[in-house]
């Protein structure tokens, strides 16, 4: 399995950007898709995960009502758009895939089974 991210670049604050994630090596109808996040210093942080199947979703506070998950199942491709960027988005932001099915531990990055490498997301005037 192969996650390849890659859309990251700088935004000015209130910008929008959009990050895909190309997955191959598999078929992930029953798997999640995450996105998690890592600014400097700090832990990795869940953001938003979404149902390969369905397409159901959940956000972190964080993001909610500003970043959207979604996916094209035809191309095998995940987005996170992302828009009212502010300064704190600020991060490399890695794409995921878990078989997991436990709904409390989707956020957690060690539930996750596959990771991408990252893209780099700068938001700065």
């Known amino acids: 399995v192969q996650l390849q991210a890659s859309g990251g670049g700088l935004v000015q604050p209130g910008g929008s950007l959009r990050v895909s994630c190309a997955a191959s090596g598999r078929t992930f109808s029953g798997y999640v898709m995450g996105w998690f996040r890592q600014a400097p210093g700090k832990e990795r942080e869940f953001v938003a995960w979404?149902?390969?199947?369905?397409?159901?979703?959940l956000y972190a506070t964080s993001v909610k009502g500003r970043f959207t998950i979604s996916r094209d199942i035809a191309k095998n491709t995940v987005y996170l758009e992302m828009n009212s960027l502010k300064p704190e988005d600020t991060a490399v932001y890695y794409c995921?895939?878990?078989?997991?099915?436990?709904?409390?531990?989707?956020?957690?990055?060690?539930?996750?089974?596959?990771w991408g490498q990252g893209t780099l997301v700068t938001v700065s005037s």
């Open positions: 995921a895939a878990t078989s997991g099915k436990i709904y409390s531990s989707l956020g957690v990055p060690s539930s996750y089974d596959y």
């Open positions: 979404l149902r390969w199947s369905g397409g159901s979703t």
